[in-house]
């Protein structure tokens, strides 16, 4: 009977030290207050721009050290110096609404330095749809106009 509560004392203590070892995880860590932007229904040539705005949630200075769109229509830009424990930051993302309605699925990829998700990956979505005729702007028929010279 010993045995067995010796044996279970040494269980208990190896199993304690694992999950304060499991937390004790130290380095910078990165937190997105979203990992996907939904821009709903946008109009062609319509407003493409979004942020993506994380924190480092860890202990050391957090570094990006690539953020890549699939495509090029999607430009992102982000922050070349490192991001200080408890500081946050952006990722501000260019999409081209281009000239024909399509669906938008597009991902662009995170490298970092984060020890809970050293590469992560951003998601774009929604519609571009054709602006109704009252957001297009007319052409003058005028014939007798004459563009101004700058």
């Known amino acids: 009977m ?3 509560g010796f044996l279970f004392f040494i ?6 030290s694992l999950s304060l070892n499991a937390q004790d995880v130290s380095g910078p860590k990165i937190d997105f207050d979203k990992e996907t932007h939904d ?6 040539h319509g407003d493409g721009n979004c942020v ?3 924190t480092n949630t860890g202990n050391e200075p957090l570094i990006l050290t690539n953020v890549r769109a699939g495509c090029g229509c999607t430009v992102p830009q982000w922050p070349r110096e490192p991001v200080l424990p408890g500081e946050s930051a952006e990722i501000k993302v260019r999409y081209t609404t281009l000239n024909r309605p399509h669906q938008i699925n597009r991902s662009i990829v995170v490298t970092s330095n ?9 998601r774009l979505k929604g519609n571009v749809v054709e602006p109704p005729s009252e957001f297009s702007p007319e052409k003058s028929l005028d014939k007798n ?5 700058r």
Do not use: D
């Open 2 to 4: 010993k045995t067995h």
């Open 11 to 16: 269980i208990f203590l190896f199993s304690c």
């Open 39 to 44: 821009y709903g229904e946008v109009y062609m």
């Open 52 to 54: 993506f705005t994380f």
């Open 114 to 122: 984060a020890t809970n998700k050293p590469t992560l990956v951003l």
């Open 145 to 149: 106009s004459t563009p101004s010279s």
